[in-house]
């Protein structure tokens, strides 16, 4: 399960938008033709249930001012298991398959958020001073 929503969060999207560049353009065919969901990204149809509760509960999370987001609430997980009468064992299964979509997402999201700061600090390199061949303004303290 981890593995297709995975899928859904890096990948659908580019190869939605190549399956619908392949129908407008031809030549475009052979790049869609790539863009297939792994075998191991599929979801069993045993998982509905949890795909289904995470997507309703992702958005009940607490959210940072300076950003980052913590797990679904244990509360609710509980009223939304409540609510559709899982109870005992099968809770135990839902609260753990559900948090498991959850981590998921959650490493999602701090990649994400990596790869922005690299990026802009990239950005920053770039623009301070200049870009000058690997060179730096900055004198070492060996040279002093």
Same mark, same amino acid.
């Given at each position: 399960?981890?593995?297709?929503?995975? /899928?859904?969060?890096?990948?659908?999207?580019?190869?939605?938008?190549?399956?619908?560049?392949?129908?407008?353009?031809?030549?475009?065919?052979?790049?869609?033709?790539?863009?297939?969901?792994?075998?191991?990204? %599929?979801?069993?149809?045993?998982?509905?249930? /949890?795909? #289904?509760?995470?997507?309703?509960? #992702?958005?009940?999370?607490?959210?940072?001012?300076?950003?980052?987001?913590?797990?679904?609430?244990?509360? %609710?997980?509980?009223?939304?298991?409540?609510? /559709?009468?899982?109870c005992g064992v099968?809770?135990?299964?839902?609260?753990?398959?559900?948090?498991?979509?959850?981590?998921? /997402?959650?490493?999602?999201?701090?990649?994400?958020? #990596?790869?922005? #700061?690299?990026?802009?600090?990239?950005?920053?390199?770039?623009?301070?001073?200049?870009?000058?061949?690997?060179? %730096? %303004?900055?004198?070492?303290?060996?040279?002093?």
């Amino acid at each position: 399960m981890r593995a297709a929503l995975r /899928y859904e969060l890096e990948q659908k999207g580019t190869d939605d938008w190549l399956a619908e560049l392949a129908e407008e353009d031809p030549d475009a065919a052979e790049f869609a033709a790539q863009a297939e969901r792994p075998d191991e990204a %599929s979801l069993p149809f045993w998982a509905e249930t /949890y795909w #289904r509760a995470w997507h309703a509960l #992702r958005f009940d999370r607490q959210y940072g001012a300076m950003g980052g987001e913590s797990p679904i609430t244990f509360l %609710s997980i509980d009223a939304y298991a409540r609510r /559709y009468g899982i109870c005992g064992v099968e809770f135990e299964t839902f609260l753990a398959l559900v948090g498991g979509l959850d981590e998921e /997402y959650l490493e999602h999201v701090a990649r994400e958020a #990596r790869k922005e #700061r690299e990026a802009e600090d990239n950005r920053k390199r770039m623009t301070e001073g200049g870009y000058h061949g690997g060179s %730096s %303004s900055v004198v070492s303290p060996s040279h002093l």
